[in-house]
Antibody
Framework: QLHLQESGPGLVKPSQTLSLTCTVSGGSIDGGDDFWGWIRQPPGKGLTWIGSVNYGGRAYYTPSLRSRVAISVDKSKNEFSLRLTSVTAADTAVYFC????????????????????WGQGTLVTVSS | DIQMTQSPSSLSASIGDRVTITCQASQGISNYLNWYQQKPGKAPKLLIYDSSNLQRGVPSRFSAGGFGTEFSFTITSLQPEDFATYYCQHYDSLMVTFGGGTKVEMK
């Protein structure tokens, strides 16, 4: 059974960089066409996809965050990471990592479809 | 960008009720639509993928369907553990978009 666990600081100052890591156990991150994604949820609000990366490092992001976000994978540690720069209070949220199976084929590439395994989520507060 | 409009945003129901939630896409999305259940303080749980396919281990009282722009999700007989928030989610090669969510509360 795949298990994902988020880790990182729970408090980040405005204008600084938010960095989170998702450690995958019970399976390899080097899983064929799978992507690995980050999703966030501000307190009391809905879900927003941030972006996803595959084991080869190919990533795609939500347009509204593309200029500030980077998602990378570390195959040797079986983990993937999120970096979000220049954070503001609007970035305060619970951040989830999840497996994003690459079942959607388009333009000679696979892309993620559903999110079938999730971490428990970690609250990141942006405040001075 | 494709917008996903989920309705209602909340509903009240009783045990044993049939509950239906709809999700409308701003343009045709084939069957690229998934459904999740989220309970307070927990991660979402995948219930339905590709519009109508029940995820392994999910009870058969959950069902869904649709194609193009109109999708629906149904709980045939609401159980106590089904009180939660439900989200639809669209995917394509550019983007992943969640609906706004539907909170199912006890009447």
């Amino acid at each position: 059974q795949l298990h994902l666990q988020e880790s990182g600081p729970g408090l980040v100052k405005p204008s600084q960089t938010l960095s989170l890591t998702c450690t995958v156990s019970g399976g390899s991150i080097d899983g064929g066409d799978d992507f690995w994604g980050w999703i966030r949820q501000p307190p009391g609000k809905g879900l927003t996809w941030i972006g996803s990366v595959n084991y080869g490092g190919r990533a795609y992001y939500t347009p509204s965050l593309r200029s500030r976000v980077a998602i990378s994978v570390d195959k040797s540690k079986n983990e993937f990471s999120l970096r979000l720069t220049s954070v503001t209070a609007a970035d305060t949220a619970v951040y989830f990592c999840a497996r994003h199976p690459g079942r959607h084929y388009s333009g000679n590439n696979y892309y993620g479809a559903d999110f079938d395994f999730w971490g428990q989520g970690t609250l990141v507060t942006v405040s001075s | 960008d494709i917008q996903m409009t989920q309705s209602p945003s909340s509903l009240s129901a009783s045990i044993g009720d049939r509950v239906t939630i709809t999700c409308q896409a701003s343009q045709g999305i084939s069957n690229y639509l998934n459904w999740y259940q989220q309970k307070p303080g927990k991660a979402p749980k995948l219930l339905i993928y590709d519009s109508s396919n029940l995820q392994r281990g999910v009870p058969s009282r959950f069902s869904a369907g649709g194609f193009g722009t109109e999708f629906s999700f149904t709980i045939t007989s609401l159980q106590p553990e089904d009180f939660a928030t439900y989200y639809c989610q669209h995917y394509d090669s550019l983007m992943v978009t969640f609906g706004g969510g539907t909170k199912v509360e006890m009447k």
